[in-house]
């Protein structure tokens, strides 16, 4: 199991140099200083270029012993793991940035770091990460509840992990089925392009719904993915000036959780029901 890491972990050099040429390629100055800053990065903005100026601030809040530099690091990535946050990018860009991606997850796992469910963890890579995707080859449905039930947990202290934890599940289901049942991926990796793919192949959809009370409750089963999908991004978006943030109480993150866990498990039983006629 990964674990979270110890507060004054550090960040390893060769992820810093790797995260500095990333946002260098992708951020303006102003958008660095109000990621870096939003992150929490210690002190002010160093001077120089944007290669320069990521990889110094990286460097200080490694050297800050007040700091915890893998939570800044978790904060960091949080905008781009997922999903692609820059909407201009397609074709070969598109695919350029999802290479960098991985090159960035290839490097924590050097480096025995996983991104996970908001945060960067420290652990046995080879082991925690194929933890949440066999329990969802397996159809372990104990399991996954019992990994909601961990978000439930980071309610209170911390809602804006919670929520990406809850949301990171639901997308790995869907990621999951695609890769499992052969399915054509969507251009675009978030929440809600991926679950269109899957609800379409297990027949989750309003039109072939007779009941009119069960079309109900499938309508608004689509509006709430679409609104987990852009809570998760809103409330962690750091982009730039322009974009609005938002302060999550718990009682929006337990909506949210518990929102997710109800269609993840929906989209188990479905998928369960379809193997099993197979």
Same mark, same amino acid.
């Given at each position: 199991?990964?674990?979270? #890491? !110890? =507060?004054?972990?550090?960040? =390893?050099?060769?992820?810093?140099?790797?995260?500095?040429? *990333?946002?260098?390629?992708?951020?303006? +100055?102003?958008?660095?200083?109000?990621?870096?800053?939003?992150?929490?990065?210690?002190?002010?903005?160093?001077?120089?270029?944007?290669?320069?100026?990521?990889?110094? @601030?990286?460097?200080? $809040?490694?050297?800050? &012993?007040?700091?915890? &530099?893998?939570?800044?690091? !978790?904060?960091?990535?949080?905008?781009?793991?997922?999903?692609?946050?820059?909407?201009?990018?397609?074709?070969? !860009?598109?695919?350029?940035? @999802?290479?960098?991606?991985?090159?960035?997850?290839?490097?924590?796992?050097?480096?025995?770091?996983?991104?996970?469910?908001?945060?960067?963890?420290?652990?046995?890579?080879?082991?925690?990460?194929?933890?949440?995707?066999?329990?969802?080859?397996?159809?372990? *449905?104990?399991?996954?509840?019992?990994?909601?039930?961990?978000?439930?947990?980071?309610?209170?202290? %911390?809602?804006?992990?919670?929520? %990406?934890? #809850?949301?990171?599940?639901?997308? %790995?289901?869907?990621?999951?089925?695609?890769?499992?049942?052969?399915?054509?991926? &969507?251009?675009?990796?978030?929440?809600?392009?991926? *679950?269109?793919?899957?609800?379409?192949?297990?027949?989750? $959809?309003?039109?072939?719904?007779?009941?009119?009370?069960?079309?109900?409750?499938?309508?608004?089963?689509?509006?709430?993915?679409?609104?987990? !999908?852009?809570?998760?991004?809103?409330?962690?978006?750091?982009?730039?000036?322009?974009?609005?943030?938002?302060?999550?109480? =718990?009682? +929006?993150?337990?909506?949210?959780? +518990?929102?997710?866990? $109800?269609?993840?498990?929906?989209?188990?039983?479905? @998928?369960?029901?379809?193997?099993?006629?197979?």
């Amino acid at each position: 199991r990964y674990k979270l #890491s !110890s =507060p004054n972990k550090i960040i =390893p050099l060769s992820t810093i140099a790797l995260i500095s040429d *990333f946002l260098a390629n992708y951020e303006t +100055h102003a958008s660095i200083d109000t990621l870096l800053m939003y992150s929490m990065a210690s002190g002010e903005a160093p001077v120089g270029n944007k290669v320069v100026k990521v990889k110094q @601030w990286l460097m200080n $809040t490694n050297k800050d &012993p007040q700091a915890s &530099p893998l939570n800044v690091l !978790s904060r960091i990535l949080e905008g781009y793991i997922d999903s692609c946050p820059f909407g201009y990018l397609s074709g070969s !860009s598109l695919d350029e940035y @999802w290479k960098n991606i991985e090159k960035i997850k290839q490097n924590l796992a050097d480096n025995s770091l996983v991104y996970m469910n908001g945060n960067v963890l420290s652990g046995n890579l080879n082991n925690s990460t194929k933890t949440l995707e066999q329990m969802i080859k397996n159809l372990d *449905f104990i399991s996954i509840n019992q990994e909601f039930d961990r978000a439930i947990i980071n309610v209170e202290s %911390s809602p804006r992990e919670a929520v %990406s934890a #809850s949301s990171n599940i639901l997308e %790995s289901i869907c990621k999951i089925y695609i890769e499992q049942n052969a399915l054509t991926p &969507p251009n675009k990796q978030d929440l809600k392009a991926l *679950f269109t793919v899957v609800r379409k192949d297990l027949n989750i $959809t309003t039109d072939t719904i007779e009941d009119e009370d069960i079309l109900k409750i499938i309508s608004g089963v689509l509006s709430v993915v679409d609104g987990i !999908s852009s809570l998760r991004t809103h409330a962690s978006s750091a982009h730039g000036a322009g974009v609005k943030t938002y302060t999550l109480e =718990p009682r +929006h993150a337990r909506l949210a959780i +518990h929102s997710s866990h $109800t269609i993840a498990l929906f989209l188990l039983e479905s @998928w369960n029901k379809k193997t099993s006629k197979q």
